[in-house]
């Protein structure tokens, strides 16, 4: 079954607390990206990677880093968490029309 | 001015009505056009392309007026079901193979008995 998993699902954490999001997909996509979702704001383009080692910043890159060693993975790293990065996180894949992973909710206190 | 511009609603009709969303989008440039379906607290799930010439899948019809840079999607005899907030989304081809897609806040919808 083709599919995006990220994990965790959920994650409460503090400020300054590093974390990774891991995103993996089994469609042999090139192209990945990851965005966030706020009430009123829609989804906004935090980093996207068009292909192995090739990453570049989106909309609203500040406070994020990426890596992409392989294909199938694209895992979203928040070095020193902050309140305002509270948000709803997809990972997605494909280009044109895109797959989401289920998302990631992520409360920074 | 939104790049993507949507009415958020929520739009309420009783089952079996016909309902219509609009989408303006700013970019001429805009190559490509979707309509999304995402469910409450779920992830966006793509309902449907939009051509050119309009395009039909099922109940639902898309239509694209790239003159107006407007899009649509008319959704008949609604079912409680079709509950959900609709993005538009839009992409433009940069240089260098780069696609952005962008989504508007959604327009919600909800099915009454």
């Known amino acids: 079954e083709a599919q995006v998993t990220q994990n965790p699902r959920y994650l409460i954490t503090v400020t300054g607390k590093k974390l990774t999001v891991t995103c993996s997909q089994n469609?042999?996509?090139?192209?990945m990206s990851w965005y966030r979702q706020d009430p009123g704001l829609g989804l906004r383009q935090i980093y996207y990677?068009?292909?192995?080692?090739?990453?570049d910043k989106g909309d609203v890159p500040e406070g994020y880093k990426v890596s992409r060693k392989e294909k199938r993975n694209f895992p979203l790293i928040l070095e020193s968490p902050s309140p305002n990065q509270t948000s709803l996180y997809f990972c997605?894949?494909?280009?044109?029309?895109?797959?989401f992973g289920p998302g990631t909710r992520l409360l920074v206190l | 001015r939104k790049e993507v511009e949507q009415d958020p609603g929520p739009f309420n009709v009783p089952e079996g009505a016909t309902v219509a969303f609009n989408c303006t989008y700013s970019?001429?440039?805009?190559?490509?056009f979707f309509w999304y379906r995402q469910d409450c607290r779920k992830e966006p799930k793509l309902l449907m392309s939009?051509?050119?010439s309009g395009n039909e899948d099922g109940r639902f019809t898309a239509q694209l007026n790239r003159a107006s840079q407007y899009i649509s999607l008319l959704i008949r005899d609604s079912k409680l079901s079709d509950s959900a907030t609709y993005l538009c989304v839009v992409t433009t081809d940069f240089s260098g193979g780069y696609n952005k897609l962008i989504f508007g806040a959604g327009t919600r919808l909800a099915v009454h008995p």
């Open positions: 997605a894949s494909g280009r044109g029309a895109q797959y």
């Open positions: 970019n001429s440039a805009s190559q490509s």
């Open positions: 939009v051509y050119s």
């Open positions: 990677s068009m292909n192995v080692e090739v990453t």
């Open positions: 469609m042999n996509h090139e192209y």
